[in-house]
């Protein structure tokens, strides 16, 4: 009876410590998004307006910073944020990125499945295909045609390893057999590997609707097909077709982000921080911001940790046979 009166006490003293820790959450420290990748990407521009549409969403009363911590693929950053006190004052903000390290990397320094809490999915983001200005082909079928006659010259560029850019080169290519073909270039951000093709330093590259979309508009680059199974509703990229209507049946890459804490977080402070998403997932200036740039935000139960997190699990599965038969690899 002493012994269950001592586990009674010691559950309700937890309990209480967890009920004031949410009730005094925030307080005045900042919440930090950690963002994997470099400033000015199309995962920075997300982290920007949903740290202003959480900022509303709990009141007006939190302050949020965002704190790039770019290198090896996103996995420094997701590192960092996984060994940062589970306080709910660290979150990490990251992309499909989360599902590929597991196969992009053999010593990987966390484990993305048991080192964090999920705290719900936000958006998905269509990729596009494009190419220098200066590239001959015109349409995605010139596109095939001038590979096959000229592949040995052609090269592709990506924003690093692990990058949403990179997965989406390493499907492409291999759905039309190109791999042997093309020179891949990586860079060290979405930023230069962009400014290098409106330079006309590579020929070409796949990346997300929120970082082409006003290349594309601005004419400075060439758009050629879009990675979902169906077309998008974006007024300027509705009339790209997309990649398996040309031929490539089954191709379909979204690039979706989530949001994360560090494993331990009191489940009170995630379950405010949930809520915070969710309502900032209906704000109508984030929905507009989002829709802009080509990006859905999601509404069904992957928003819910636990549906997020299966995602997160099957997305491990789908791309890791994906990654091992392109033989890409670090350390």
Not at 296 to 322: G, Q, S, Y
Request: net charge positive; aromatic share 6%; charged share 20%.
């Amino acid at each position: 009876m002493k012994q269950l009166l001592v586990l009674a006490a010691a559950a309700a003293t937890l309990f209480s410590a967890f009920s004031a820790s949410a009730q005094t959450f925030p307080g005045s420290k900042p919440i930090t998004f950690v963002v994997p990748f470099a400033a000015g990407g199309p995962t920075d521009r997300v982290a920007r307006d949903l740290a202003e549409a959480m900022r509303k969403s709990m009141g007006g009363g939190a302050n949020f910073v965002v704190e790039n911590v770019n290198g090896a693929g996103g996995t420094i950053g997701a590192n960092k944020a996984a060994k940062a006190a589970p306080d709910g004052h660290t979150l990490l903000l990251h992309h499909i990125g989360m599902a590929a390290a597991p196969s992009l990397y053999r010593k990987l320094q966390y484990k993305p499945l048991e080192d964090f809490e999920y705290l719900g999915m936000i958006n998905e983001v269509p990729m596009t295909l494009i190419g220098k200005p200066q590239l001959e082909a015109n349409t995605y079928r010139d596109l095939e045609n001038y590979i096959r006659t000229n592949g040995g010259k052609l090269n592709i560029a990506h924003a690093g390893l692990g990058s949403a850019s990179h997965l989406c080169g390493l499907m492409w290519q291999s759905a039309i057999n190109a791999k042997e073909a093309m020179t891949t270039i990586p860079f060290g951000g979405t930023a230069p590997a962009m400014n290098a093709l409106v330079g006309g330093q590579v020929d070409m590259m796949c990346d997300q609707t929120t970082n082409t979309t006003g290349q594309i508009e601005a004419g400075r680059v060439k758009a050629y097909a879009v990675t979902t199974t169906k077309p998008l509703s974006n007024k300027l990229l509705k009339d790209l077709p997309t990649l398996q209507e040309m031929g490539l049946k089954g191709f379909d890459l979204t690039i979706w982000h989530g949001l994360y804490a560090p494993k331990g977080t009191p489940p009170a402070i995630l379950a405010q921080i949930n809520t915070a998403l969710k309502l900032a997932l209906k704000d109508p200036d984030f929905i507009k911001k989002q829709e802009g740039l080509g990006a859905v935000l999601v509404t069904d139960k992957r928003v819910e940790p636990a549906a997020h997190k299966a995602f997160v699990t099957a997305e491990i599965a789908k791309l890791r046979p994906v990654i091992e038969a392109a033989g890409k690899f670090a350390d």
